[in-house]
């Protein structure tokens, strides 16, 4: 996947604005976007940013082939100097952003970006893809990692994704969120995801009766066998020929099963009875897997119905976070550079939400130091620094008579160094060490935060001088006074 040059994956009008800058003198002028969205998805109270690794990939291997240009020069609209330009188009700029499996929060930027401007806007659209999609899988795979409540989860979404990239990514963000594993064989060869799986329910009509299906594959793989025995019916047949062929080949072996798996019907009862019937023949660590349509819902009822579920399989609700399918991750520009002073930028909006924080900024999260749980973000001007010894008096960004003052508290700085000058400066980490932060990450969340319905919104909010500098600007474009 690294070898496909995705330099062209942008939308046109990146192209159309990259041309416009170009002829109007705007190529070199410095300009600050921030990456951040605005509403968590299945209303829930985080996001867990992934696909940073993608994104570098991204940066480093920018570059327009010879048939890109002769394409933008088929659309008849581009100036032959633009073209000449992207011939050695090359990305020069700064990038900070938070490291993966860190949780962020709702207009808290997740990326800034420091760039001449037709190099900041053309890469748009692939830092939102990319982030939007894997973050969303990221943050679905962790409310069922915890739905599961120690269950081991595997991502089984491959066939139900939205294309190749989104099976392959998303099994990968689905890991740092917690999934134990994969079925997706790609992803394992690409990322070291582990990929496990055993039979379909095709493996079992092949043969001419369910036992001997089950006959067959444990004297193929007896130390790994794991039987479907749901394809006819579980209680009658399924489970009781499980235990045959358990008895008759993998016992002289001395070998274990390591399951059977659930795919349809009342997974509760089924699981249930399997259970028992597991237990009196002799097999209580075999274990019982669940598949079918499963979201963090659905398993949060079946283990308080009381399912005897070990690990559960979730596929197309995980893949495409079916509940809540889009993380609506934007790209604004916040400030731009004249004569070296940094200006700060805003839009606003008749919807109040869509008003963006200006400038170029440094995010904190702060800590209670007596338990280390995230008490708020604190986003500030770049030029300003919080000093953990000072008491810091903090609002609530959208209840805004909300405050508290800290005292004991520590101040980490979210935005970390990626690129300088087009030079990645960032030690990217391995995928498990990336999914050992999400795992911390989580443990600094207060359980308010976590939970599924009506969860507390954590305290985002700025220093008075982002205030002001904000209020200022939309008084100087609308009129209105705090």
């Known amino acids: 996947m690294n070898n496909v040059n995705y330099t062209m994956l942008f939308d046109f009008y990146e192209l159309t604005m990259g041309n416009g800058y170009f002829e109007k003198g705007y190529k070199d002028k410095i300009c600050y976007f921030d990456v951040f969205y605005r509403r968590v998805p299945d209303d ?72 001449p401007a037709i190099q900041a806007q053309l890469i748009e659209t692939f830092v939102l893809l990319t982030l939007n999609h894997q973050s969303l899988i990221a943050t679905k795979a ?136 597991l237990d009196d023949a002799g097999y209580p660590d075999c274990k019982i897997v669940a598949s079918n349509s499963l979201d963090e819902y659905l398993i949060r009822d079946m283990l308080i119905q009381g399912a005897q579920v070990d690990l559960y399989g979730v596929g197309e609700r995980l893949i495409t976070a079916k509940s809540s399918a889009v993380l609506d991750g934007v790209y604004k520009l916040v400030a731009v550079e004249d004569n070296g002073e940094i200006v700060p930028k805003i839009k606003i909006s008749e919807n109040v939400q869509k008003i963006t924080n200006p400038h170029f900024k440094k995010v904190y999260r702060l800590y209670d130091n007596e338990n280390f749980k995230a008490v708020a973000d604190y986003l500030c001007v770049y030029d300003e620094a919080v000093d953990n010894s000072k008491p810091l008096e903090i609002f609530d960004q959208d209840y805004t008579w909300k405050r508290q003052t800290l005292t004991n508290y520590t101040a980490r700085e979210l935005l970390v160094p990626i690129f300088k000058d087009g030079k990645c400066v960032y030690n990217k980490p391995s995928l498990k060490e990336i999914r050992e932060h999400c795992e911390r990450e989580i443990q600094t969340m207060w359980e308010s935060v976590l939970r599924f319905e009506n969860p507390h919104m954590h305290y985002v909010d700025l220093s008075q001088k982002l205030w002001d500098i904000k209020h200022e600007l939309l008084s100087e474009m609308s009129g209105s006074v705090r």
């Open 44 to 115: 829930g109270g985080y996001v867990i940013a992934c696909g940073l690794e993608q994104v570098i990939d991204y940066i480093e291997n920018l570059h327009f082939d010879e048939e890109d240009i002769a394409y933008l020069r088929s659309k008849k609209i581009f100036s032959e100097a633009f073209l000449e330009y992207l011939k050695d188009f090359k990305f020069e700029g700064d990038i900070w952003a938070v490291s993966e499996g860190t949780i962020v929060f709702p207009n808290v930027p997740m990326m800034t970006i420091r760039a």
């Open 142 to 277: 962790n409310r069922i990692v915890r739905a599961a409540n120690g269950r081991a989860i595997s991502e089984f979404g491959s066939r139900r994704a939205h294309g190749p990239d989104a099976a392959i990514l998303g099994a990968r963000a689905a890991y740092i969120g917690g999934a134990a594993g994969t079925a997706c064989a790609l992803t394992d060869e690409l990322y070291g995801v582990p990929a496990t799986g055993t039979m379909a329910h095709s493996w079992i009509q092949m043969f001419d009766s369910e036992y001997e299906a089950f006959k067959a594959y444990c004297e193929v793989y007896p130390d790994s066998a794991t039987l479907l025995v749901d394809t006819y019916n579980v209680l009658k047949s399924g489970v009781p020929n499980a235990i045959r062929v358990f008895d008759e080949v993998l016992k002289p072996l001395g070998k274990r099963p390591k399951g059977i798996r659930l795919d349809s019907g009342d997974i509760t009862y089924l699981s249930c009875k399997a259970r028992k019937m």
